[in-house]
């Protein structure tokens, strides 16, 4: 059964995929969010003219192709566009099977702890430690991640003293059994972010992000060998030949690949058995309540190595705008400190008609 047709629904943060083979089977994907314009144009010219035709069912052999006709591009660039196909796909098979996708790649739909994760670095501690603890009364969350340095910041803070302050403030307001975790951004030098990182082990951090520069992973290693804490990394990489060096050399404790950074769930899975044949611990990065936290719930709820909590933006409409009314039905709400699964076939989400039809519409079709 081929490929006949794909379809995309674009604005600039976000582009959907809707696929459709020969029989009018139809599927939704969505290509990774921040500049999905320029994705989308990259799909339509480099992802659709070597799909279109093809079988359908293989996925790694049919984005293996992709990827050996682009081969001068190698990366980020391609990757990006190419998750649109393949989340679209594996929406396109639970339809066909009646079946959700996490059910068919070995896992159970139902409940799923999450960890709130804050995106802010201008908000004052002491506010960030108040919103913890209304999403730990009302939501029943009781894992919170949030952001120390400044991004990229070459061991600059946000402003003086935020850091060493909100370490403190959060573990002051918070109860000892709330799980904290904090995410530097590649702040860091080595050496600074051990200081750092023992303020933290002091405050019962159990989870250090990112700590150092993400592409000197040689740092980071100095980091996670002398730390007691988990450091953890990966969000940023998608070569296989960066994942085998960083396992190889056990450069962190956890693994945090993100679904749609890494081309779709398929290529996820097959780094997620790595991972586990070495004893890694994988919990994706999920930064934004588009599809990305929605294939990372049913990815991350099949896999072995996963960790306690999915990743769960808390982030609204001022930080995120562009994310709202993405979906008719709401699969992220949050019950009692997670979100479900639902048994619905493919992704369990639709995706709102207005937004779609709002949006800038392109097909590629076989000829």
Known sequence: MKITKLETFTKPFVSFVKITIEDGS???????????DITSQIFHKQIAPWALGQNWQDFENLENLILEKEHKFPGSYVLRAMAGLDTALWDLKGKIFNLPVVSMIGG???????????????????????????LQDEKGVNAFK?????????????????????????????????LKLVDANSCYSAE????????????????????????????????TDTLKLDVSGGEQDCDFRIWKEMIKNKIVNIYQPDVMYMGGLTRSLKLAKMLNKSGFICTPHAANLSLVTVCTMHFLKSIPNAGKYLEYSIEGSDYYPWQKDLFYNHPLKITDGGVIISDEPGWGVEINKEWLNSSKYTISELS
């Open 26 to 36: 139809t599927g939704f994907g969505q290509m990774s969010t921040y500049h999905a």
């Open 108 to 134: 159970q739909t139902g409940y799923l702890k999450i960890y709130a994760s804050s995106m802010k670095r201008d908000i004052l501690p002491k506010s960030e430690a108040q919103r913890f603890k209304i």
């Open 146 to 178: 949030f952001r120390i340095g400044s991004e990229c910041g070459k061991g600059k803070d946000e402003w003086d003293g935020r850091s060493e302050e909100i370490v403190k403030t959060i573990n002051k307001e918070l109860d000892s059994s709330t």
């Open 192 to 223: 600074q972010a051990i200081e750092i990182g023992k303020l933290l082990e002091d405050n019962q951090v159990v989870h250090f992000e990112e700590p150092c520069p993400y592409w000197e992973p040689e740092q980071t290693k100095i980091v």
